[in-house]
Every structure is written in C-alpha cells, then in structure tokens.
C-alpha cells in the first residue's frame, strides 16, 4: 500500500512539474517570439523616421504625409504580424518533415501517393498568394487615403465648416472606406476559401491512400494493424500543411506592406559633407552672393542665370509675381536644394563647402506658414537653441513682443499650444516664431512675410517684432506688405526666374517699370 502511494504520488509530481515546465516553456515562447517581433519593428520605425527626415525638401514635394504616415504605423504592423508567426511556421515545418519521413520509412509507396498531390497544392497556394499580395497592396493604399484625408480634415477642419462643407467630405471619407472594406472582404474570401481548399486537397490524399490501402490489407499485403497506425501517422501531417498555407497568406500580406515600406527605406539622404568642407567659425560675416545661378524642377526652370550680392547685415526684400522663384531662391541658401548650376556662396564660401550643420546653424528661418509643435510655449521657443537657458527664452520672448501675452495665459511659458498652434491666434504664432528665430540669434534671416491679415495692434507688434529679428541680421524677405519694401536696404525685382530690376523703393517707382505696376497691385 505504502509503495502505491509513493508511485501516486511520484507520477503527481511528475505531472505536476510537467505542467510547470510546459507553462514556463508557453511563457519563454510568447516572450521570445513577442520580443523579437517588437524589436524588428521599433527598429523598422526607428529605421524609416531617420530616412524621412534625413530626405531632402524636395523628395516632398509629390509626397501626401498620410501616405508616409500609413507607412510607418499599418503596413509596419502587418509585418510585424507575421514575423510572430514565425515560430509557428517553424515548429510546423519541423513537424512535418519529421512525420514525412517516418511515412516514407514505413511505407515508401504509400508515401509517394500521399504526395502525389503536392505539386497542385503548391501552384494553389502560390496562386492565391499572388491575388492575397496583389489585394493587400489595394487595400494599404486605400488606408494611405483614409490616413491622408482625415489629417487634411483636422488640419483643415476651420475651413471644412466655414464654407458648410462637412457632408461632402464625410461622404467622401465614407466612399474610401467602403472602397477599402470591400478590398478586405474580397482579400478574407481568398483567405477563407485557400484552407478550405488546402483540406480538399489534403483530404482526397488521404483518400486516395486509403484506398490504395485497403487494397493491399485486401491482398494480404498489409496488416490492418500497420496500415491504420500509417492513417493516424498521416493524420499528424494535416495540421502543419493547412498551419503553412494560412501563414503564406499572412506573408504575401507581410510582402506588399515590406514594398510599401522599402519605398521609404530606400529615400535617398541629404547630400553628405564633401570630405573638405569646413566649419565655420565665431567672426562670421554673413555676406551673401549667387554667382550665374540656376536652378531646375525635373524639366522646368526656375531660375536663370542668378546674380546677387548681399552685404553683410543689409536688408534685401524680394518681390515679384507669385511662382518667380523667391522661395527657391531662399531655399538654395541652407541648401535645401542644391543649384542646377552656378554656386551659392557665404563670405565668399561656396556652401557646399561647408559643413551642412554649421551651414544651418548660421541660417534662422521664419517661414509664412507658422510651424508650432504640439508642447509647450516655452518648449516651442527653446527649439530655436535646446541648450539655451531659462532667461534667454524669456529674454527672446520679451524682445519678440510675446512675454506679455504669454504672462496672460493660465499656465504662461507651460501652455500647450496644441497641433502647429491652433490654440492660439496667428499673430501670437508669428511672434512665438519670430521669438523661436531670436533665441537662435543667426547671422543670416530668411524670412517669408505672413500673408495673413491681422488687427491694426497686431500688426504693429509684429512689425516691431520683426525690426528686432532683423536688426544686424543679412535679412533676405520675402516681402508681402508694403512697410517692409520700404524699409529694405534694396529691392530685388524677380519675374520668370530672373532678376529684372534692382533699387530702392522710391528709386524703382521713379523708374516706373514693372515694379511700379506690381506696387500698384500687390501693395496698394
């Protein structure tokens, strides 16, 4: 009796510590496999974050950002999807290589029959594949759309309202998203019916060996011992096969969302720094020239044959008809683009000769369109120089005409000014900007004059804003009212990429040219 209940309680312990390590085993696997996953594709995100912002401006340009967005997160999470199958795949694979050849040991003939099927399983499978991947591509792009319209819409939601338009793009949004569910559908028939059909096909193998079977159990051939033990060994085969064809559909998912990702990953950079380009040091002057300068999109000239002088701390306002190449030719400076021909250069320095971060560092920039990020006042401003302290923001802020306002707000330098500023006015984004350009403190100012109208006090705290931005700064701006013009050092005249016409204001309306004419449209 005494050896009965240690032999009891000896197979309960093995039970029980069987169930442990198989619980324990369960966890390792879920762990391991979830680790490698995550890891993959925080290393894919991290991976294609760099590549977008390390793009030059250019690569932009035909770019929708909820396409890129639709990149990084959904298409990198359907990959992730199926490197956690992996394991799965792996362990079914092992099993089935392992049951075939225990088959073919024990019955080589039944075991060709038995894959007689195969290579009609496998054109199956790849076949669905291919429509599986062909529809998954649909189906992200359709996601893009979803991911593009509704950030236009929360971007653009003041415009949307103001002119009742909300039922339209709703039913727009509902159009792409219907689009997209019947791309899913039509992808999770193909899913359903391909192990529907694997089973067929797996099932009539079987059939057919059984009948083969039977007949020689019939003949005498086989015992009906060792042929029924052949079935239950073959059994073991049908779960790997069908485990194998769902994770070849999770694949070709897996394989159009990677295309979708490599486009990313393949972005090219900005140009590296030539292996002499130079630092530029503190004495700086911040002299400006474009030697013979041009510059093409694709095909299209932009600007043609540039020459242009800037004397340290002088003040240039460039003005000309909408398209004559302002933008592009500020955007040549930081090298944002790189010239067709000709050559940009500071203080007689070509810029490709100096080192792109020292370049930008010497460079601040006030754009027309205000880019505020979604923290704080005071974050926002520190983005001008992150190693800056406390009282220069404050100092930066005063000098910008923001202090006071900002002192106003319930949580002053701590208020969240929410996406690209929409909790506050344009002209308290304009002056945190216009403060952010300050604390920078750059040699060089490129500015774009906002375009948008604002109260008489407004603009005259702007005004003063910029009068300090701008004072001992080489200022080059785009000029969009008629004090700035008035005020510059000199005027430069562009129209179809050249410049046409060089002088002050009053000197130039004497003149009587084109840009009288364009004084007597855009700035009375």
């Known amino acids: 009796m005494r050896d009965a209940m240690w032999a009891i309680g000896i197979v309960l312990g093995l039970m029980l510590i069987a169930v442990v390590v198989k619980g324990l085993l369960s966890y390792a696997h879920t762990y391991l496999t979830s680790r490698v996953a995550y890891k993959v594709i925080t290393d894919l995100r991290n991976d294609m974050y760099y590549k977008i912002t390390m793009a030059p401006l250019n690569r932009f340009a035909g770019e929708k950002a909820g396409d890129l967005i639709s990149r ?26 392992v049951f075939v050849t225990m088959m073919f040991l024990k019955d080589w003939q039944l075991t060709l029959l038995a894959i007689a099927l195969l290579p009609l399983l496998a054109h199956m499978i790849r076949r669905f594949g291919e429509r599986i991947k062909a529809t998954s591509r649909h189906v992200q792009m359709r996601m893009s759309d979803i991911t593009s319209q509704l950030q236009q819409t929360i971007f653009g939601i003041k415009i949307i309202k103001s002119f009742t338009a909300e039922e339209t793009e709703i039913d727009r949004f509902k159009e792409t998203n219907w689009q997209k ?6 992808r999770v028939r193909m899913r359903a019916l391909m192990p529907a059909l694997v089973e067929f096909l797996t099932a009539l193998g079987i059939a057919l060996v059984f009948g083969f079977g039977c007949y020689r159990v019939l003949t005498g051939k086989l015992s009906t ?9 073959m059994g073991m085969v049908f779960k790997p096969v069908r485990d194998l064809g769902n994770f070849n559909a999770a694949l070709q998912q897996a394989i159009a969302s990677f295309e979708r990702i490599k486009y990313v990953l393949d972005m090219s950079e900005e140009p590296h720094d030539d292996p002499d ?7 700086i002057k911040g002299e400006i020239e474009f030697k013979d300068v041009s510059f093409k999109y694709g095909e299209e000239p932009v600007l043609k044959g540039i020459n242009l002088k800037v004397a340290p701390g002088e003040r ?13 030719l500020m955007n040549l400076i930081p090298r944002f683009y790189e010239p067709t021909s000709g050559e940009v250069l500071i203080d007689g320095i070509p810029v490709r000769k100096i080192k792109l971060s020292s370049l930008r560092r010497l460079i601040g920039m006030v754009p027309q369109e205000m880019i505020l990020f979604n923290g704080t006042i005071y974050d926002n401003i520190l983005f001008g120089r992150p190693e800056a302290e406390e009282e220069e923001v404050f100092e930066a802020a005063k000098r910008a005409n923001a202090h006071d306002f900002i002192l106003k707000l319930p949580k002053g330098y701590r208020t969240v000014v929410g996406d690209r500023g929409m909790r506050l006015s344009g002209g308290q984004q304009q002056r945190i900007s216009i403060a952010r350009a300050i604390l920078k403190d750059p040699k060089i100012l490129l500015l774009d004059e906002a375009t948008s109208s604002l109260d008489t006090e407004s603009e005259k705290l702007i005004q003063r804003s910029l009068e300090e931005l701008m004072r001992g700064r080489t200022t080059l701006i785009i000029a969009h009212r008629l004090s700035t013009v008035m005020n510059a050092d000199r005027i430069v005249v562009i129209k179809d990429g050249r410049i046409i016409e060089t002088g002050r204001h009053d000197e130039l309306i004497a003149k009587g040219g084109f840009y009288e004419r364009l004084c007597q449209m855009q700035f009375q």
């Open 72 to 97: 990084v997160i959904d298409d990198v999470n359907i990959v992730q999807g199926a490197i956690a199958s992996i394991s799965t795949v792996l362990r079914s694979s092992v099993t089935l290589v």
């Open 225 to 233: 011992g060792w042929f029924f033990g052949y079935i239950a060994m």
């Open 181 to 186: 569910y019947r791309l899913m559908m039509k």
């Open 316 to 328: 240039i306002a460039l003005v000309g008809p909408s398209g004559a190449g302002k933008t592009t």
């Open 277 to 283: 380009a130079v630092e530029l040091r503190d004495g």
